[in-house]
């Protein structure tokens, strides 16, 4: 399955916990609601973020050529101390901390300050917003089974 499926399936299920996240905002008040819903946009900004860089990871380690040797069918050779030895890839410090990366974590640090500046973060809110990303990726992963 591709990446973009994945994420329309985790996003919708995202979305349906967020449901019953406002409802039950609607009880806590409007500081809780605002709080959840700008932490579940960041969140799902952060999400996004995180797998494009580790698709561009990925797709610029099959790019290098390294893998190209290896033969679906003459896999006799072919072990784990091999691999170790000869393919050690080292995830450098900026690879790791990409743009995509920085700027979602800037984002969400600025509607954080700014939701503190204005007195209208709701701690119990904002931890809330990111509950639904975590529940949704967790139900996609054990509904896979």
């Known amino acids: 399955m ?3 499926f994945e994420f329309i399936k985790v996003a919708k299920k ?5 449901i019953f996240l406002l409802i039950g905002g609607a009880i806590l008040g409007l500081n809780f609601v605002l709080s959840s819903q700008i932490s579940l946009i960041c969140s799902i900004f952060v999400l996004v973020a995180t797998l494009k ?3 561009n990871l990925v797709e610029n380690e099959l790019r290098s050529g390294k893998f190209d040797a290896i033969d679906d069918q003459n896999t006799d050779n072919f072990t784990d101390e091999n691999t170790q030895k000869k393919n050690v890839s080292k995830v450098s ?9 920085l700027a979602a974590y ?3 640090f600025g509607c954080f300050y700014a939701l503190l500046k204005f007195h ?3 701690g119990i809110g904002f931890l809330a917003g990111i509950f639904p ?4 990726l967790f139900w996609s992963l054990l509904s896979k089974k």
Do not use: P
């Open 2 to 4: 591709s990446f973009k």
């Open 14 to 18: 995202c979305f349906l916990i967020d």
């Open 53 to 55: 860089t580790y698709e």
């Open 93 to 101: 410090f900026v690879k790791f901390f990409s743009f995509y990366k």
């Open 106 to 108: 800037v984002f969400m």
């Open 120 to 122: 209208l973060l709701s």
């Open 133 to 136: 990303i975590v529940f949704a």
